[in-house]
């Protein structure tokens, strides 16, 4: 695994975004583990967050983007600070934008806000994590319509491997139906690899009672 992914599930638990225990999914699942960004909060956090998700776009995609997209609400942060990311480490200035979720009545009105679409522009979906799909199957019809815009790819910061709506993973499902790269900067099976009695900060993140558990979860909902 790379050094990046290493230092990347680290900060994850560092910033308590990727924790363990007894949670609820979007889709309702109930699991023992959860991501959540909306626990970064400071400056250097999104910093450096910034900085993992802009490595995983151009070891994954190259140059083939220009534009990046947030989905309101976690979205927002997560497209400026790989957006200001690409620019400081790799000199690439990407634009972005993002959506509202209510149309603007007033002024130039809509509900598209930063970086204006247009024809040739390949965009990126940027996510926290897909579960169902369902923000990305809302996103996608925002930026083609009526702009002539590509949708080149989505990044998310972990895939869970897990079935989306079927049978495949819901990264994999996204992938099929609009034909658009789709990848994590890490998967679960590279983080429980990573994570399984190792000591982070004094403390060991997943014992054997709590790897019992993902295994569980996993058979059940995991492909």
Request: charged content about 25%.
């Amino acid at each position: 695994m790379d050094q990046y992914k290493k230092e990347f599930i680290e900060f994850m638990v560092r910033s308590k975004v990727l924790t363990f225990g007894d949670f609820v999914t979007k889709s309702g699942r109930k699991t023992p583990f959860f991501i959540n960004t909306g626990n970064y909060s400071t400056g250097a956090q999104l910093e450096q967050l910034g900085r993992y998700y802009a490595q995983a776009l151009v070891e994954n995609l190259g140059e083939g983007f220009n534009v990046l997209f947030g989905p309101a609400y976690k979205g927002i942060p997560l497209a400026v600070t790989t957006s200001v990311a690409l620019n400081a480490c790799y000199s690439r200035n990407v634009s972005f934008c993002f959506n509202r979720k209510e149309a603007k009545d007033h002024g130039e009105g809509g509900v598209m806000v930063g970086h204006k679409l247009k024809a040739g522009d390949k965009v990126v979906i940027i996510e926290d994590v897909t579960t169902a799909g369902t923000s990305v199957r809302e996103s996608v019809p925002i930026l083609k319509n009526n702009t002539g815009a590509e949708v080149a790819g989505l990044v998310v910061s972990v895939d869970r491997m897990e079935r989306g709506t079927g049978a495949k993973s819901a990264l994999a499902e996204l992938r099929d139906e609009f034909g658009f790269a789709a990848f994590p900067i890490v998967n679960i099976d590279e983080i429980v690899g990573y994570l399984h009695n190792k000591d982070v900060d004094g403390a060991v993140v997943i014992t054997d009672e709590v790897m019992g558990r993902i295994r569980e979860y996993r058979k059940e909902y995991g492909c």
